[in-house]
């Protein structure tokens, strides 16, 4: 006979995705996550299969938390103006002190880029394809810029965004958004 869950499953996910974006995949041990997430290893086997299984439950959460912001990036209508606020609201979180630092997907995009780990890899690009798709529509607002430019500027905004995930584990709230301005200034 099965055993009932004694646990709320999103927020041991929670608990899981605090553990890997503090400490990245290869870093986080089966026993530091029984350890956040305050149940056994029988119990994370059972309900998400594999360390593998529960980060990929942690990406999929992730991308719910942040669905917000993307949602408000694409259906605003003030172009890159748009995007330099997605920028303040992507980093917003990370001056709360309770609050793991960076970007989740940015550190798993750059833990995971050189790995061949086909599920995880493809999640990522569908991710970062669909901000550049958002961020080419917003720059194409614009309809005084060439196709060449607007090409540019979209790769120079998704690689500033990698730029400012990581330094906004460091940083500043002062120099992040000193970084923000200035990326902005430069289009």
């Known amino acids: 006979m099965p055993r009932n869950k004694t646990y709320n499953e999103e927020d041991v996910v929670e608990k899981a995705l605090n553990v890997f974006w503090q400490n990245g995949y290869e870093s986080t041990s089966m026993q530091m996550l029984e350890k956040a997430m305050g149940i056994n290893k029988f119990s994370i086997y059972s309900s998400f299969e ?3 299984g529960l980060f990929l ?3 999929k959460h992730y991308k719910k938390q942040v669905k917000h912001n993307i949602d408000k990036l694409k ?3 003030k172009g890159i103006e748009d995007i330099k606020q997605f920028f303040y609201d992507s ?3 990370n001056f709360k002190t309770d609050q793991p630092k960076g970007c989740f997907v940015t550190n798993t995009y750059n833990e995971f880029s050189s790995k061949e780990d ?5 999640q990522m ?5 669909q901000l550049k798709s958002i961020f080419r529509q917003k720059i194409e607002m614009d309809t005084n810029k060439s196709k060449k430019l607007v090409t540019k500027q ?3 905004l998704l690689l500033a965004k990698h730029g400012l995930a990581a330094a906004s584990r460091v940083n500043t709230k002062e120099e992040i958004e000193d970084y923000i301005d200035m990326i902005f200034k430069n289009l």
């Open 50 to 52: 594999s360390k593998h």
């Open 57 to 59: 439950e942690c990406l």
């Open 75 to 77: 259906t605003g209508n």
């Open 91 to 93: 980093v917003s979180s």
């Open 118 to 122: 086909k599920c995880i890899n493809e």
């Open 125 to 129: 690009t569908n991710f970062m394809d």
């Open 154 to 156: 979209t790769n120079y």
